[in-house]
């Protein structure tokens, strides 16, 4: 069961048909094609960067004793775009002032949008969606106050 983090647009209501769903988990098409999954999620410059990577990996296979070495400097680099893009997706929206409303456990997105949309258009006596705590984006990148999703993030812990 994967979890969808659900941001709004600025100053959107919380049953705005733009939101976006964000599925936090292992990405198999960022795992295969992490390059192009960034440019298509829309992270022109990480995707960029990424690319001239990947061709810099396949120049270094041509090096002696460099082929197994650059396999596995691109095996690391899927993993890690595959495991932490859609979080770095979810940053980048939340930089723009997007509004992370709702973390939501579901089976698919199906599910997900079903579950967040029949809570955000929920009568007052039902619990309805509100944005979850404001985060607070340190300069040093980190979030003050946040729950630990991320694969590198301490948030403050040793």
Known sequence: MASYLIMTPPGAAADDERARFIADGFSWTAFFFPALWLIAKRAWLVGMAVAVLQILLIV?????????????MQLALSLLVSLEGPLFIA?????????????????????????????????????????????????????????????FESYGER
Do not use: K, M
Not at 60 to 72: Q, R
Not at 107 to 132: D, G, Q, V, W
């Open 91 to 151: 940053r980048t929206l939340a930089a723009r002032d997007w509004t992370l409303r709702s973390i939501v456990p579901a089976r698919n997105i199906e599910t997900a949008e079903e579950i967040y949309f029949s809570n955000a258009t929920a009568t007052p006596h039902h619990r309805s969606a509100t944005p979850l705590q404001s985060i607070d984006w340190s300069s040093s990148g980190r979030p003050e106050s946040a729950a630990g999703l991320g694969f």
């Open 60 to 72: 270094l296979t041509e090096a002696p004793g460099g082929f197994i070495a650059a396999l596995i």
